[in-house]
């Protein structure tokens, strides 16, 4: 699990960039089965069918991260840049980042305004007024930087104590390594055909996930993300426990007998969980899957996170890896 979590974490998939990096994922997924790509840069994978008949079930988790485009370059040689997704503004000031551009990357700082100088102390950048020093003259940043180019928050991939680890973009780096791990266990299940969607967008809308249930039409899906778990200024009722297993979700988009089943097999396996209650969408891929075509019976389970949206974000890879097994398990027990 930590390896393919970490490989994936060194994808710079902003979204709406993702089809730039189709060679390492039809390196990584080839072994699994039948690898394709559609427009929206959503990746597929379809593990070799045993039997005629069988139900077809999605595995769906999304590729893309949040991060920032290159808007414009002054005359000064500083790179301004606007939001994709939801960038937390606290993570900005003099973050190091990368710009990726035609020629390469390219590294670069946020400005900072010194405290010395700040008008208002404490002031928080908006991303909209996000301007980024490349070390360039506007000419030679203007000949090497493009319109539209992604930026990402630079961190490294860094272990922590015990079975943590700390990354950008584990959301939902993590949902990728589960949904490639459950695959993994699942290489022999003669109840369903599988099929893998890695899926473009999911931070701007949701559009690699609309793509990919309508070139799949499976029978069923799970979809699986990262969610809230707790930190020491957060409300313990509000969010998961970090370790204390995959966060099952339960909300109206979602197929309650599809959930249950979840429950039962984590009970009958002796796999920890958490019961997610959503009472409106799940703000995940899932809103988009299930009333795909006719409507997909979908399924939500999650990976609790720590410092969602920064260049830090927290997992348990002990979560990450009983989300996998609860997903080989209840699938490989049938489903109806």
């Given at each position: 699990m930590k390896t393919l979590l970490e490989t994936f974490c060194a994808l710079p998939c902003v979204s709406g960039d993702e089809p730039a990096f189709r060679a390492q994922m039809r390196e990584l997924l080839a072994p699994l089965g039948e690898v394709s790509f559609l427009p929206s840069g959503t990746?597929?994978?379809?593990?070799?069918?045993?039997?005629?008949?069988?139900?077809?079930?999605?595995?769906?988790?999304?590729?893309?991260?949040?991060?920032?485009?290159?808007?414009?370059?002054?005359?000064?040689?500083?790179?301004?840049?606007?939001?994709?997704?939801?960038?937390?503004?606290?993570?900005?000031?003099?973050?190091?980042?990368?710009?990726?551009?035609?020629?390469?990357?390219?590294?670069?700082?946020?400005?900072?305004?010194?405290?010395?100088?700040?008008?208002?102390?404490?002031?928080?950048?908006?991303?909209?007024?996000?301007?980024?020093?490349?070390?360039?003259?506007?000419?030679?940043?203007?000949?090497?930087?493009?319109?539209?180019?992604?930026?990402?928050?630079?961190?490294?991939?860094?272990?922590?104590?015990?079975?943590?680890?700390?990354?950008?973009?584990?959301?939902?780096?993590?949902?990728?390594?589960?949904?490639?791990?459950?695959?993994?266990?699942?290489?022999?299940?003669?109840?369903?055909?599988?099929?893998?969607?890695?899926?473009?967008?999911?931070?701007?809308?949701?559009?690699?996930?609309?793509?990919?249930?309508?070139?799949?039409?499976?029978?069923?899906?799970?979809?699986?993300d990262a969610t809230f778990a707790e930190t020491p200024d957060s409300d313990p009722a509000a969010v998961m426990k970090l370790g204390g297993g995959p966060a099952i979700g339960f909300a109206p988009v979602l197929d309650r007998g599809l959930c249950n089943r979840l429950v039962e097999t984590a009970k009958e396996q002796n796999i920890p969980w958490q019961a997610e209650i959503m009472t409106r969408s799940t703000g995940t891929d899932a809103d988009h899957i299930a009333p795909a075509g006719r409507g997909v019976r979908t399924a939500l389970v999650s990976v609790p996170e720590r410092y969602m949206h920064t260049a830090g974000e927290v997992v348990s890879l002990a979560d990450a890896e009983q989300t996998a097994l609860l997903l080989a398990k209840t699938i490989g027990g049938g489903l109806r």
């Amino acid at each position: 699990m930590k390896t393919l979590l970490e490989t994936f974490c060194a994808l710079p998939c902003v979204s709406g960039d993702e089809p730039a990096f189709r060679a390492q994922m039809r390196e990584l997924l080839a072994p699994l089965g039948e690898v394709s790509f559609l427009p929206s840069g959503t990746v597929l994978c379809r593990l070799p069918v045993k039997k005629p008949g069988l139900p077809v079930v999605l595995l769906e988790a999304h590729l893309d991260r949040i991060g920032l485009m290159v808007a414009r370059i002054s005359e000064k040689g500083f790179v301004h840049a606007s939001a994709v997704g939801g960038v937390d503004p606290r993570t900005l000031a003099a973050a190091r980042v990368t710009i990726h551009t035609k020629a390469g990357a390219v590294a670069g700082v946020v400005c900072a305004t010194p405290p010395h100088l700040a008008e208002k102390e404490g002031a928080l950048p908006k991303p909209a007024d996000v301007a980024i020093d490349v070390g360039l003259t506007a000419e030679a940043a203007r000949e090497r930087i493009g319109y539209g180019d992604r930026i990402t928050l630079d961190g490294p991939f860094t272990p922590l104590l015990g079975d943590r680890v700390a990354a950008p973009a584990v959301d939902d780096c993590v949902g990728c390594a589960v949904v490639v791990r459950a695959a993994e266990l699942l290489r022999a299940c003669k109840t369903a055909q599988i099929v893998v969607a890695l899926c473009a967008q999911e931070e701007v809308g949701g559009a690699g996930a609309v793509t990919a249930a309508n070139a799949v039409s499976p029978d069923f899906c799970f979809a699986v993300d990262a969610t809230f778990a707790e930190t020491p200024d957060s409300d313990p009722a509000a969010v998961m426990k970090l370790g204390g297993g995959p966060a099952i979700g339960f909300a109206p988009v979602l197929d309650r007998g599809l959930c249950n089943r979840l429950v039962e097999t984590a009970k009958e396996q002796n796999i920890p969980w958490q019961a997610e209650i959503m009472t409106r969408s799940t703000g995940t891929d899932a809103d988009h899957i299930a009333p795909a075509g006719r409507g997909v019976r979908t399924a939500l389970v999650s990976v609790p996170e720590r410092y969602m949206h920064t260049a830090g974000e927290v997992v348990s890879l002990a979560d990450a890896e009983q989300t996998a097994l609860l997903l080989a398990k209840t699938i490989g027990g049938g489903l109806r």
